[in-house]
């Protein structure tokens, strides 16, 4: 099986490599354009009363017959599915306090799953939110809804928001503009998203939004720089900070001077050799930063006092990751996301906010 496919076990010619019949953009030939294929379907859509795609839940999506998950479709066994994702991931917490974890998986397509309660378990299954992926990153509007922003295949920036905050529906795919190959969002304390991207050179360059919670958005400006990955995040007294990971493979940082607002400190260069980073606020206001290293080990070091001063040593949190993402959850503690052999979901996670000690890394 190709580690592409959504789930396990599929038909045999839903995997062989010449196979045709299953893809979403063909699957239906000249009569892929019919309004019967591409309008919304029942239950997703919500209208048939049907829960949890109806109130009270509301868990509408905005899945047509070309969705993977009705393409494709797995179910062939009592298994509970798994998503196989690419080394591409994203998590945020939703104003109700639920953590939401965003991936790409098959057909480069966007994958998500949520805890269906604040701060803990059970999670959902996954749903599909469709589009054509490279990168992702997601943030938190002022009014609650998350915003996923994803590079398509084109390098332009493209993003999708919830319609509400903490469910769905959610929007179509709209583009930005831009030409990209890394992204990172954060909110300014005024409330407007502000995304950060590495231009197809290197160079640091943003948009943002013009006000909270909406459009239209900036014009891109070019902050300079040239760094390999980024990772944004707002410090407690409001100002924004860009980590990077350097040409050299050092960790290096620049910041606003002032909160949603220029001028950006020069790059000042951290200790650390690293290969990827990601960046969370602790509910202490304390910034903390995890890194995965050269032999694959994730390591995090945190500031000693909120919005300043030193910074920790590094400190292994073990495991063996590809990529990873980090966020808070609705009780304050933080929690890491990583993508690891078999390219399977792993987490690990704060036993108490602030501080340590952290959890055992445990499958998904």
Known sequence: MKKSEPFGRPAVNQHRESARSFLPTQVYGSEGAQVAITENMEPWAGASGLRPWAP??????????KDPTVVATPFYDTNR?????KPRLAAACNSDGRVEVFGVGAYDSLWHVWQTQPSGGPWSAWGSRAGSLTQLAVGRNSDGRLEVFAIGKDNAL??????????????????LGGAVKQISVARNRDGRLEVFGLGLDGTLRNTWQTKPSGAPWSSWGNLGGNAQ???????????????GVGTDKALWHAWQTKSSAGPWSAWAGMAGTV????????????????????????????????????????????????????????????????????????????TKPSSGPWSAWAKF
Do not use: C, M, Y
């Open 81 to 85: 599915p798994v998503v196989l994702l």
């Open 229 to 243: 990955q980024i990772a944004a995040i707002r410090n407690a007294d409001g100002r924004l900070e860009v980590f």
């Open 275 to 350: 290969k990827r980073i990601a960046v969370a606020r602790n509910r202490d206001g304390r910034l903390e930063v995890f890194a995965i290293w050269a032999d694959d080990s994730v390591q995090h070091l945190w500031q000693t006092s909120p919005s300043a001063g030193a910074w920790s040593a590094w400190t292994s949190r073990a495991g063996n990751v590809k990529q990873f993402s980090v966020t808070r959850n609705g009780d304050g503690r933080l929690e890491l996301f990583g993508i690891g052999a078999g390219d399977g979901l792993w987490h690990l996670w704060q």
């Open 158 to 175: 493209w993003h999708i928001w919830q319609t509400a905050p903490s469910a769905g529906p959610w929007s179509t795919w709209r583009s």
């Open 56 to 65: 009270p839940e509301n868990l509408r999506e905005t899945k047509t017959s």
